[in-house]
């Protein structure tokens, strides 16, 4: 199959699914009596300076929470854990810099890998049951979100302290806040600093699965597992790496917020994101530019949705089925367009072997 | 009506043909089933019974031929139709819940037959009894031995009024003493008047229960013989065919040194049953040894132990003088081996990945696919057009997926793939099964010419062209052991055929 039609079959596929999305998302208006033509004109109205920065914040960090969660996926891990790894990484990521051990940018970039550390070592207890006891990932994953939450809650009680209403840890030095970048000119808002993490991780992610050994046999395990042992590949190795990694990814979720806007880790942490991940992973495919659109979509549809309910007396919430539907959309919209692709690669295949009947096959003449 | 002397046929399948992309599975097949008897079905692997049944059981349709049931012609779009003319099938594997009763399983998906309550039970006990089956409706699967849990699948096509009921392989699984229960059940089903279609390549087992005997060979039927007229070796021929090639006479490249040297291998299941026994074995540089058998009798253990994909239980693995017990597979195949599965879906090839990229499966650490730790997109495209050039592989590119291939070409792929690189040991399980004559004749030359380049090679076939064309030296497998060598310029498919078999009078496995 040529290489222009094989990108167009990929573009088609998000293409429907957001169709689909809309479709429906208009039926279920029309169903409760909304207008639908009130909704789509503010959810698709140009967003202001500032909301297009906030689109662009919420998105970095969606991008993150779903490479992490593509990650496990190109491996058939379903790390639902991403959620609890961030609050984890985060609580011990700010922990850290608010200690104020090392000076300036220094204490940035350790923090930054003691949340790494924290969110592998998180989801390290999830590889470890699965390889030693066989325990699913979806289940002690979820389990260990729900362990997370109190956890923090715990460490932010012993080690946290009171600030009005909330506790949270103790500010991070000045010197180590990574000051916002002016995306638009003339908007005051600015894009957080640590977005730039989602590039690197998002180059980093496309490197290690595409071009490296260790890639490979990621991906190869994801493929086909009997293959991938038959191939050399130690499986349980593979697992515990990729959900170490995927938990490391997980712990950048909270970075970009940390140090650039909150600054402490506090009871106002924004729940959620790693959930949201998930299906980012799933709308972009575990594509590094797929999960960039997705993260885009969603964050896009979040922050115009807020409008909704001073502009068009309608709720908020309803957006929420608008991404829902995309996810359900996308997954069957790339499976009917795999199979569409697999059965003209075949036509393909076998016309090529006509075009040469030497290829007959006379079993047992 | 007028009475003919032949009774109408429970089942005739007349010019019944099925063909796959690049492969015949079945041609001018021609079976006649009378009724009342027990119909055996044999032949090799890949000799296309299970196609067949598939057909018979509306599972697949034919793309030629007709089927009659009952003398009226009929045609399957489904399982569903199969069953409605009161055909019904036990499959080789179980297909049971272990956690329902065997009332649930049995009425699972027949729920209207007899509802699900003392009906149903009424009728699972009158057939049970009926039959000699001694089961308990109300015993949860998971207590039920495997000869048991047969029995219920058996039940399971009964109790949906099967007529006529075909068995896969339906010994396979089973003990000696299993077996004879299962024959003593199959006589009461026969004496009631049900047909029994029975698919086996255990020869002494279709001659005891067999009242008639269809022989397929390489997609075909070539003789129906009643079981009083031949004996194993008589079947053992025809499974295999009479004409056998001139072995290869050119001159052996065997030489001195040991490459691949198994010493006392002993292999075991989870359940801690040996599947191999004391297995030792030695190939020299330039030479094929060959192990003929059935499957299923720890050729695929033997392999996979020298993989390095199972562990052995005992003995030890050499690799040109180095101890290779305990590396795993990636260091193993890094030092030279090249392995062709017996399975190339689920061990050989990525199916949804392309062909480049499926050219650095297996061959992770060495140039051209990977350079360090880095994939070698350029090397490993360029490598996989030069396999897909020499070996002639059918494909629009190297960015096709492997799995938009034929069998025939995947095998194709797959042997350029572990020829490459210079391997010192080459492991092929079955590596012509399922590819056409003309790859496979191209197939066994690639093997020949390296192994004139000094290559070692374990081949594990059942089919004897195979293994008599190939093979310096032969040795059969039964039951995880190997018989003494055979010299393949003297040995006759009658002699092979008996050791892989364990049909007939023919000397057996030493211990």
Do not use: C
């Not at chain 2, 391997?423 to 056409?436: I, Q, S």
């Amino acid at each position: 199959m040529s290489r222009a039609r094989r990108l167009g079959l990929t573009l088609i596929a998000p293409l429907i699914a957001v169709v689909a999305a809309a479709l429906v998302t208009s039926l279920v208006l029309l169903g409760v009596g909304e207008s639908v033509g009130e909704f789509w004109a503010v959810v698709l109205s140009v967003p202001s300076s500032r909301l297009m920065v906030t689109i662009v914040n919420n998105a970095s960090v969606l991008y993150l929470s779903g490479l992490a969660a593509a990650i496990g996926f190109r491996m058939n891990l379903f790390n639902i854990g991403v959620e609890g790894q961030y609050r984890v990484a985060t609580f011990a990521g700010a922990y850290f810099a608010g200690l104020a051990l090392l000076p300036g940018v220094l204490n940035t970039l350790v923090a930054i890998g003691v949340a790494m550390a924290a969110g592998a070592a998180w989801a390290g207890i999830a590889a470890v049951l699965r390889v030693t006891r066989g325990v699913s990932e979806v289940i002690s994953t979820i389990m260990l979100n729900a362990i997370a939450g109190g956890l923090v809650a715990f460490l932010l009680r012993e080690l946290g302290e009171q600030q009005g209403q909330i506790r949270r840890t103790t500010t991070i030095p000045e010197s180590a806040w990574v000051p916002g970048i002016p995306l638009i000119p003339g908007e005051p808002s600015l894009v957080y600093g640590l977005a730039l993490l989602a590039l690197v991780a998002g180059v980093g992610y496309a490197v290690v699965l595409n071009r490296t050994r260790f890639g490979f046999d990621l991906r190869a395990t994801g493929a086909s597992e009997t293959a991938a042992v038959a191939s050399g590949v130690n499986v349980k190795r593979m697992t515990v790496a990729a959900l170490l990694l995927s938990g490391a990814v997980a712990g950048l979720i909270g970075m970009p917020d940390l140090f650039g806007d909150s600054h402490a880790y506090g009871s106002t942490i924004q729940v959620g994101l790693g959930f949201t991940g998930i299906a980012v992973a799933l709308v972009g495919r575990n594509h590094p530019a797929g999960i960039a659109l997705g993260a885009l979509i969603f964050a896009f549809l979040s922050v115009q949705s807020n409008a909704l309910g001073i502009i068009a007396g309608i709720s908020p919430e309803i957006v929420a089925v608008t991404q829902g539907v995309v996810v359900l959309s996308v997954v069957i919209a790339y499976e009917v367009v795999r199979r569409y692709q697999l059965r003209i690669e075949q036509t393909e295949v076998a016309r090529a072997l006509e075009r040469e009947p030497a290829a007959g096959s006379e079993v047992g003449t | 009506m007028s009475k003919t002397v032949t009774a109408t046929a429970a089942v005739r399948l007349t010019d019944i043909a099925k063909r796959f992309p690049g492969v015949i599975a079945n041609h001018d097949v021609d079976v006649t089933i009378t009724p009342g008897t027990v119909h055996a079905l044999v032949g090799e692997n890949g000799a296309g019974k299970s196609t067949l049944m598939k057909i018979l059981y509306g599972v697949q349709k034919p793309d030629d031929g007709t089927i009659s049931v009952g003398g009226e012609q009929v045609t399957f779009a489904s399982p569903a139709d199969a069953i409605s003319q009161g055909i019904g099938m036990v499959f080789q594997h179980f297909q049971l819940a272990d956690n329902l009763t065997v009332l649930e399983n049995v009425v699972l998906g027949a729920e209207k037959l007899h509802g699900i309550k003392q009906q149903a039970r009424d009728e699972i006990e009158r057939l049970s009894s009926a039959y000699g089956f001694g089961l308990d409706p109300e015993e949860l699967v998971e207590s039920l031995g495997v000869g048991q849990r047969q029995r219920v699948e058996i039940l399971k096509v009964l109790y949906r009024g099967a007529r006529i009921i075909i068995l896969d392989e339906p010994t396979a699984v089973l003990v000696p003493q299993e077996v004879d229960a299962l024959f003593a059940n199959l006589r009461e089903l026969k004496r009631e008047g049900h047909t029994l279609v029975f698919i086996s390549h255990k020869l002494d087992e279709v001659l005891a229960v067999a009242d008639e005997i269809t022989v397929l060979r390489r997609g075909t039927t070539v003789a129906t013989v009643e079981p009083s007229s031949v004996t194993a070796h008589d079947l053992a021929e025809l499974m295999v065919g009479a004409e056998l090639p001139s072995p290869s006479t050119a001159e052996s490249t065997v030489t001195d040194e040991v490459v691949l040297d198994v010493a006392g291998l002993r292999v075991d299941d989870a359940a801690g049953r040996s599947l191999l026994h004391e297995v030792s074995l030695r190939i020299h540089a330039g030479e094929v040894l060959g192990i003929a058998g059935v499957e299923g009798n720890g050729q695929t253990e033997l392999v996979e132990a020298v993989i390095g994909m199972r562990p052995a239980a005992a003995g030890s693995v050499a690799l040109g003088g180095d101890d290779v017990t305990g590396w795993d597979t990636r260091r193993r195949r890094a030092a030279g081996i090249g392995y062709i599965p017996e399975d190339r879906h689920r061990h050989g090839l990525l199916l949804g990945a392309p062909l480049w990229e499926n050219r650095i499966l297996g061959h992770q650490t060495r140039p051209p696919s990977t350079r360090g730790v880095w994939i070698n997109r350029p090397g490993a495209a360029e490598d996989s057009q030069r396999i897909v050039e020499s070996y002639d592989v059918r494909t629009p590119g190297v960015d096709a997926n492997a799995g938009a291939l034929s069998g025939g070409n995947q095998q194709k792929f797959i042997v350029g793939r572990e020829m490459s690189g210079d391997p010192v040991l080459l492991v092929a399980a079955h590596p012509t099964r399922g590819v056409d004559v003309g790859a496979q004749a191209a197939i066994w030359d690639q093997i020949r010419a390296a192994r004139r380049q000094g290559l070692a090679v374990l081949l594990v076939s059942a089919d004897l062209d195979e293994v008599i064309g190939l093979s310096d030296t032969i040795r059969a497998v039964l039951r995880g052991r190997l018989t003494d060598e055979f010299d393949p310029q003297t040995v006759t498919p009658q002699e092979l055929g008996a050791a892989m078999t364990g049909a007939g009078t023919q000397p057996q496995a030493q211990p």
